[in-house]
């Protein structure tokens, strides 16, 4: 157990639908990080939120959005969903005081599936 | 942009020692680093390079370098459990709060008995 929560474990929607999935680091933590991981394209960086605020950008479509509320958890929305926007996304968090930021702990994942 | 090819899929014996290789190509580097993730689960952090050399933990050891841009994992006396996907990445971003990572596609291990 990272100590990285993701929920929900499943999802399944229709295409054109909104979802939001939702991330609480490890304890200490300040940095929280999505990714995206697909067959075809392996694991891909979204984006990263320090404290609060957006840190770094990955390849994260328009029709997706993140943030970072004061209790440090995340969430990830996804709008008008696609067919190959299926994928599991996970979560990871890093940033202890002393800690390497190379060092990301990851959640379980949510598998979300677009039919 | 960032460029990182690892071979696909390798096998080995339960007892042995496999090397998985890891090449890139980057407009930056900050540091380099392998995961190690099991079927339907999350990955779990290996190891990270910053500079050259090698750097051991216990049955794991990753090489590093930076002018070859080429890495290694090291893997010794192999036990099933091991069997796992292995993925190279890399940072390529200057900052300590900076922690966008690239991914290679991973390396599938099969572990035989």
């Known amino acids: 157990d990272s100590g990285v929560t993701q929920t929900p474990k499943h999802l399944i929607t229709a295409t054109g639908q909104r979802v939001t999935l939702r991330c609480s680091p490890r304890?200490?933590?300040?940095?929280v990080y999505w990714y995206q991981q697909s067959l075809d394209q392996g694991l891909q960086f979204l984006i990263q939120?320090?404290?609060?605020?957006?840190?770094a950008k990955g390849n994260i479509l328009e029709r997706f959005s993140a943030q970072q509320f004061p209790d440090l958890h995340s969430e990830l929305n996804l709008s008008s969903l696609e067919l190959g926007d299926s994928a599991l996304y996970f979560c990871a968090s890093s940033g202890r005081q002393g800690a390497s930021v190379y060092e990301q702990y990851f959640g379980p994942g949510t598998r979300l599936t677009v039919t | 942009g960032q460029n990182i090819d690892q071979p696909t899929e390798m096998t080995a014996t339960e007892g042995a020692i496999v090397q998985i290789n890891c090449t890139y190509q980057t407009s930056g580097f900050n540091g380099l680093f392998w995961y190690q993730q099991h079927a339907g689960e999350a990955p779990t952090f290996l190891s990270y390079?910053?500079?050259?050399g090698l750097e051991e933990k216990g049955r794991f050891s990753s090489f590093l370098s930076r002018s070859k841009g080429y890495s290694y994992l090291l893997l010794k006396e192999l036990q099933m459990k091991d069997s796992a996907s292995y993925l190279c990445?890399?940072?390529?971003?200057?900052?300590?709060?900076?922690?966008?990572?690239?991914f290679g596609r991973g390396t599938q291990l099969t572990v035989w008995p």
């Open positions: 304890s200490g933590d300040l940095s």
């Open positions: 939120y320090y404290n609060g605020e957006e840190r």
């Open positions: 390079n910053v500079l050259d």
């Open positions: 990445g890399l940072s390529a971003d200057r900052g300590s709060t900076l922690g966008r990572l690239y």
